[in-house]
């Protein structure tokens, strides 16, 4: 069945560039996604990447996708004390909408 | 703003008893899929709904059950509630078929069984 992994916490100063990495397992994912969850809401969609594209950047966003290796990480560059929160990582087998998330990233910026 | 509105915000019940959470889609999206996610754990898939039926479902057991209305709004039930039903209850909204590749999701209900 699907599975995603995620590392559990991350701390990186402010002006840092931080990366968050995730490994899946199905090889069918449609798109995997990167979603924020900030305490005591829900979840915010940061970006995704389609299965056949080896990267996607989004102003100070990168999304790598290694398809060989089932291994997608989220680059934040400069990173700042807002974008403080937990990150998901979510795959979408075959396309069907019901995503699979890892466990969450909890990324601490300090000042 | 994604549009994808859910009530109510937070609840508390007793084991045993039913509950009925609320999940209004964006506007013009005919598929909702809804979500548990329990403390410091990522969501799970429950179900999905598109055109008022059930359309796929997750490994979940069968008091947990659901509805989509005309306007494309859903509701989720739950029966005889456990201790471990405590989470956040998310749905996400979705235009399918678009090829589209976003799912929104609204903030919440937050259930605490006793």
């Known amino acids: 069945g699907e599975d995603v992994e995620q590392s559990l916490f991350l701390s990186v100063r402010e002006g840092d560039s931080s990366v968050i990495n995730c490994t899946y397992t199905?090889?069918?994912?449609?798109?995997l996604y990167w979603y924020k969850q900030e305490p005591g809401a829900g979840l915010q969609l940061l970006t995704y990447?389609?299965?056949?594209?080896d990267m996607k950047q989004d102003q100070r966003l990168t999304v790598l996708l290694n398809k060989k290796d089932k291994h997608l990480s989220l680059r934040i560059a400069d990173t700042q004390t807002g974008d403080s929160a937990i990150y998901f990582c979510?795959?979408?087998?075959?396309?069907?909408?019901?995503?699979?998330f890892g466990s969450g990233t909890r990324l601490q910026v300090q000042p | 703003e994604t549009g994808v509105t859910q009530s109510p915000t937070h609840l508390i019940k007793t084991r045993g008893q039913q509950v009925t959470l609320r999940c209004s889609s964006q506007s013009g999206h005919n598929t909702v899929s809804w979500y548990q996610q329990a403390l410091g754990q990522g969501p799970q898939f429950i179900f999905q709904?598109?055109?008022?039926?059930?359309?796929g479902r997750g490994n979940f057991p069968p008091r947990f059950s659901g509805l989509q209305f005309p306007n494309y709004s859903s509701e989720l039930n739950v029966n005889a509630l456990e201790l471990d039903d405590s989470a956040l209850y998310l749905c996400?909204?979705?235009?399918?078929?678009?090829?589209?590749?976003?799912?929104?999701f609204g903030p919440g209900t937050r259930l605490l069984v006793l």
């Open positions: 199905d090889s069918s994912s449609t798109y």
């Open positions: 709904y598109y055109r008022e039926e059930e359309n």
């Open positions: 990447i389609f299965s056949n594209m």
């Open positions: 979510a795959e979408d087998y075959k396309g069907r909408r019901a995503l699979t």
């Open positions: 996400a909204s979705s235009l399918e078929p678009s090829g589209q590749e976003t799912q929104y």
